[in-house]
Structures are given as C-alpha cells and as structure tokens.
C-alpha cells in the first residue's frame, strides 16, 4: 500500500485520507499534513486503489465503490494499529465516517475529522449522504465553508444532525475552503485555521 507518513514519533495520530479526485500528495495534502505535523501530530496518508493505478499508468478512473474504499481504510487502520483519529478531504472525510458507523466499537477509532463534508452530490442537494451520521459512536468534527457546493451554510444548518458533530465554518470558503477575493478572507488563513481546528480535535480525542 503506498502510504507516506509525518511526524513517526508523535503522541497524536490521524489517519488522512485524500478527495475523490486528487492524490495523497496533492497542495492540501501536503500543506494540511505539514500543519498537523507541526501540531505535534503524526499523519499517515495513504491512497486509494483507483488513486494509485492512477499514479501508476496515469489515467483517471473514478473512486472504487464503497466497500473497496471502507476496506483499503481498515487496512491503513491496522497497519497502523493505535489510537487514531480518521481524518478525510471530502470523500476521504465521508468514508471515514462510514467507517466509524459501520464499527462503533472499533478499538482504534477514536474520532472523525471531515474537511470539506460532501453532504450531497454537485446540483443534487436532495440527495443527502446523512443517514449513517446518528450511527458514529465517537465524536465527529466537520471543517466547512459556508459556500461549499456540497453542502452550504443554509442547506447545512437547516439540517437535524447529531449533537456529537461539530461543525467550524470558513467565511465564503467553497468546498477547498477557497474564498472570493472580494470576501476579504485568505485560503491559507482559512487553512491554517482548518489545521488548528483539526489539530484541537484530534488531541481532545485522544
């Protein structure tokens, strides 16, 4: 399995899986990972299999079906095989917490951190992906922007989720936590705020 990992000798650990569309070493990988390390926080990235035939013969493919993602997850797990903190960018985010309701009394999930939770499918806000929310027994943090095309401020907060979830917003932040210039806002402020926030999460849940 290709994995990379930062900070080897930390207390902290998260497990950090990339979005449907880029790799483990794309610039929020890298600088997110950076983040945390500095945190004081070991990350273990690691890739999907579609991710890495696509690393090996250079051709896109979309994302497995669920059960080969949730698979190569606990198997990242168990290598791993300490107190973790599942951490995702988008559908890495998404699967994480599948994982967690499919295993609630998982001996090494300790919590899930999503980035960019997409709540829905692009232009398809009636399709929710919240059903399994209720059933994630650890605490779940969500690091949103408020214009996210996957899941809005409005469309969010009009929603019943589950106390355990938290959720921090990123002023006119899109689904990369990106703001308009016009907004005032910086991305790399809103991504060193996304690093704190993930960083403080996962320390309180382990």
């Known amino acids: 399995m290709h994995k990379k990992i930062n900070g080897e000798q930390e207390r902290y650990t998260c497990i950090f899986a990339h979005g449907a569309g880029a790799p483990m070493d794309s ?94 499918p692009q232009g398809k806000p009636e399709k929710l992906r919240t059903a399994h929310l209720p059933d994630i027994a650890v605490p779940m943090s969500i690091v949103q922007g408020t214009r996210d095309a996957l899941g809005d401020k409005e469309l969010v907060t009009a929603l019943s989720l589950p106390e355990s979830i938290t959720i921090d917003w990123l002023e006119d932040g899109n689904h990369d936590f990106k703001p308009r210039v016009k907004s005032g806002f910086k991305h790399d402020e809103h991504i060193e705020t996304a690093i704190k926030a993930c960083a403080q999460f996962v320390k309180k849940c382990l």
Do not use: T, W
């Open 27 to 120: 610039a929020f990988m890298e600088a997110f990972s950076a983040g945390l390390a500095l945190q004081g926080i070991k990350v273990v990235r690691f890739e999907f299999p579609y991710m890495q035939e696509r690393r090996l013969n250079g051709k896109k493919r979309p994302p497995n079906r669920q059960p080969e993602l949730i698979s190569c997850f606990e198997q990242v797990i168990a290598e791993v095989a300490e107190p973790c903190v599942l951490v995702g960018k988008s559908m890495g985010g998404r699967m994480a917490s599948i994982l967690a309701a499919l295993a609630p009394d998982h001996k090494y999930i300790k919590g899930v951190m999503a980035l960019g939770y997409p709540f829905h």
